[in-house]
């Protein structure tokens, strides 16, 4: 058994990873990490989970390395920096927050000026997109998972740039997000009475995650992207977003060249699936069509009007957005099935 | 006393009309016409209305005319069509559906090939929206009103379009809307279950009142719009709808003149707010800061990175969005004050 | 013009107090009072109302009664408590807390261990159901007025125990609210992700609203109910509340009978409407029917397996629960018909 | 591998039953029966779904018996007592409708009144709570398992009747449901906008799973229960349900005995969850603590001014309530581990 740690135990993403942790076969929960939830016993900070009820959450501690294998960090990102610099080289670290995601300085500065973060460990995390850098991560010591945002942008933008090899000039995004993506955190904004019946801009013009994209990408395939702007919104739904992905492109595409653009770019790859918007009885992509599942849905249209395409991508921001990616990053990592443990398949309607 | 009909009783902006006639101190609610629902008391459609509760529900002859002032008629297309070739020119009509918004008669093809409508009385039509054609209204004897999507982007646009004198080159519109905008319409991906956890890409490349948006700029000031594209997504609301719209003009703009130019345009239009994003403990525009209410909240950015403008507005598509932007454009037409029997202030949190 | 206060007024009963009182024909909004919110403007804290916006916060003191000509407390149960000792008989008193509520003092201190209250006013305030003592409030300097469940279970049993004259030997309440009820209050448990999927038994076995009832009905007329305990869920909704009673009585009562006297008893008292449980396209008394109105809705039922009566009452916990029956208890204390202000119809669907 | 037949493939507990059939070791899905959707693909049924895409529905004839050792019944009564009628014998029939559920033939009649089964069988059907007749299930050649409220409202009472040997006089059921509980049955009252803020009591005064939980329980223990009456309340969840129990006993209990009695019952019962109020940071039992899951959360609460029990009892009704169940009770005919394929955890927060 690969002995797993969970950092962040108290939070949405934590949960997530405990439950997923629990139901995986060859990953074993052996550490509860946190700060204000320590002494708390797993089934008080998760009412629906009723799995190692006697594991509490701890202090973390350099040592606690000796005793595990791999530890996910589900902590905001000065946190994550801190313990990646206690944890690194003595565990594989696999990071959920966004402190090592942009490797270009000045852009992560501007992103997260908060953020202080050992520089010498920055370009030795692997920025773990499972289905781009597959290779890499059987290697990685350190890996930076992409925010959830920046998972269906990536995946949505991929077969384009990476696949067709289509230069993306201009991409405007639209990201429509449940509350679940907020966390815990107390503020009045996020009461239910302000929250249910909202569509809310809190993020109208820039969001750190289209710099993580445009990092990753502009890395990955230099000129691979011009210009890629985000806003983001707040709709009523607790799991899941929508990234709808307005793209302008090099050079004019049409519906079947792109279809089978996307379908070829994402075979054999389990998680990632390519829809037809009217395959079913509800338009696809559609986060609910996901929801607690490591799906991330993708369909791509030509807007003829426009002169450009229309990208849609969506997942659950708990599961392939945060700790199944997670999880499905540790099986490349330790040389399992991509699959393994990941197998739920969408809990639809919820 | 201005005596109204309501053709299209049963349904959602039928009741809502009905709702604010009661309401008004001018309009006196003297008909109800309809089809399936010939016979039936407003008690047994609209569960919350005791109002006028004798009034029952009848078909629509021409000598409805005869008694009435005013005809709304919140019908389908292909039904306004019908109801108007019969009440020209004997009874004022204001018509909320989409069947004389298009003038140009190709675009109104394309996008509505399955209404039929007498090609005379298109012209004739006035599209009514009340903040910029005010003075055609208070002539008009036909008076379309604009969808509500189409509300909330030509409210959005107008500042730069018409105030500024800008050209907006490119438009593109991701709107957003509420399940109250589908209607009573029974069918599978409309039940609660299928609707709850949605956010679903109803229309992803191209949408019906970008049309009608398109028309009547260029015909309001030629050149003023490029290309003006949509995409529509239904979030888990009832009511209210935001527009998001990217803005590329043909010179650049900063931020302390858009918002003047906004503040400036709309003064004196008491259902327009101009609204700083962050003047509130929520982030506005939100519908849900509308709801119930005549109100369009609208908000101007500048994305530096992209170059290009972000505009937000949002309305109660049932109000300002229907039956409120009916009433506002009876009011002009009947020389009434433009907020008589509009006074209500937004129910929030609902 | 009637001046009026509202303390409180950063809170979501206080918001639905200015949102009516600026609607208001005859009462004017002449000050805001509270603590951590003074100095803030209307518009900071109330993101739908653009009304009197340059109306802000103040502290409260003693000599704002020489400005007022009624003060309502949308404040915690201490607060109110203070806030009646500084301004009585200075100017008119509606509490909206549960401060006052209960008359005995034993009973009160059980419920409400944490208030402490100037002994010498209690039996001074009247208990502010205006549908049952109408008469007195017209006297009224200090006016107390009964919760939300307690409204909704009042308005249920009224017409059985205090106009059939039934003793209510065993009164089972099954309370179903929104998550408005909660105001602000920051808190894990009322943060969307955890509330919005909820059906959470926060008080399931006793709540001081049945006791505030019990108080009162046994104050009005001896006798009149045995037992009457409380069980309280939140469900996700904001507005609005379901109170099921499951009621034992003396003797026996046929549908007919039953009906008949409920519409009887609130014949003349435009707020409350008896209804038939299929009298429209919902089930009804439904609280989504009277939201944003101050209707009260109640149906009764015989049980004929159990020998017991159901009796549903609906109503909108901000409105006929809080705000609205404030107003309607002020329109009554200053000789102002009933229902001055309060004519708005249901918003449905929302 | 065990060959499975989901009848009744299109609707929501099919697509469960399909879910939990797919990710299960030891059952295979090797038939999908259906009427109007014969011929549609799975993935045109069930939008989330992407297992055994090829599987398409076909007609339920008596052969299909011979390519298969179960056949779940996830059909309206009147179909499920057809299928049995030709199936039986055949092979192992598990019905999750009500056609089977009340052996007592006049309490049948009146609540089923459209469902003529042959009647030669219902004696030889087992009322399948695995819980209570696990082992009356190993021989089983005909299962009808429970409705969903009745399943709760069952292992709610059992520890009271069946293991505490009380005698409940009389039992008041409050149940509290989402709406999927509504299936996909196209109707005005279950659209989204009609649905989104309802607290909707579709049945005030009786539902017939009150009736098959009386049935059960004095057959298992004469007198178990005195009168037990029910009312249904729909609240905008889509899964789950929650019933609340106001029981009257024949002697009193105190909190201390009722609380080990549940724990003591449920021993070793792995879906049934005895909780404690305030374990954790939302009161339970709430469903959304159950959502995906195949558990049951019970909790007993003594009220002290009643005199009475409270018996707070929460599933996913599609799990535990339905599909779950009969996968659990499959579990228990095949011999096989009680947990066999339904080790999901709960999705929360959804």
Redesign the interface.
């Known amino acids: 058994m690969i002995r797993a740690g969970v950092i962040g135990a108290s939070g949405?993403a934590g949960?997530e990873l405990i439950?997923l942790v629990?139901?995986h076969p060859a990953l074993e929960p052996a550490f509860l990490g946190g700060a204000a939830s320590v002494g708390m016993r797993m089934?008080?900070?998760?009412?629906?989970?009723?799995?190692h009820p006697g594991l509490t959450v701890r202090h973390v501690t350099a040592d606690i390395a000796d005793r595990l294998d791999v530890v996910f960090l589900a902590t905001p990102a000065p946190v994550s920096a801190r313990c990646a610099a206690l944890l690194a080289d003595r565990v594989v670290v696999i990071d959920l927050s966004g402190a090592f995601r942009i490797r270009a300085r000045r852009l992560h500065d501007r992103w997260y000026p908060e953020v202080e973060r050992p520089e010498d460990l920055v370009d030795r995390f692997v920025y773990g997109v499972p289905e781009l850098v597959g290779d890499q991560l059987r290697e990685a010591a350190l890996i930076s998972l992409p925010g959830c945002y920046a998972t269906a942008i990536t995946l949505g933008l991929a077969p384009l740039v990476l696949g067709m090899g289509l230069r993306a000039d201009?991409v405007?995004v639209?990201a429509?997000g449940?509350?679940?993506g907020?966390g815990?955190r107390?503020?009045?904004?996020?009461?239910?009475?302000?929250?249910?019946?909202?569509?809310?801009?809190?993020a109208?013009?820039?969001h750190r995650h289209a710099a993580e994209v445009t990092d990753f990408l502009r890395r990955t395939r230099p000129g691979a992207v011009g210009?890629l702007?985000m806003?983001a919104?707040g709709?009523?739904?607790?799991?899941?977003?929508?990234a709808?992905l307005?793209v302008f492109t090099d050079r004019a595409v049409d519906r079947r060249e792109l279809e089978r653009a996307y379908l070829r770019f994402y075979r054999g790859h389990p998680f990632v699936?390519a829809r037809r918007?009217t395959?079913?009885?509800?338009?696809?992509?559609?986060?609910?069509?996901?929801?607690?599942?490591n799906?991330c849905d993708v369909?791509a249209?030509?807007?003829?009007?426009?002169?450009?395409l229309?990208v849609?991508a969506?997942l659950d921001n708990l599961v392939k957005g945060a700790a199944g990616q997670a999880v499905q990053a540790a099986n490349r990592r330790f040389g399992l099935p991509e699959e393994t443990g990941l197998?739920?398949?969408?809990?639809?309607?919820?």
């Open positions: 949405l949960g439950r629990a139901q089934g008080e900070l998760h009412p629906g989970l009723r799995i201009r405007l639209d429509k449940g509350s679940s907020g815990l107390l503020r009045a904004a996020g009461l239910h009475p302000l929250r249910s019946g909202a569509i809310t801009p809190y109208p013009n820039g210009s702007t806003s919104y709709v009523p739904t607790v799991r899941g977003l929508l709808s307005y699936r918007h395959e079913t009885r509800i338009p696809v992509p559609d986060p609910q069509a996901v929801l607690g599942s799906f369909s249209f030509v807007d003829e009007d426009g002169g450009h229309v849609l969506a197998t739920m398949q969408p809990v639809m309607p919820a």
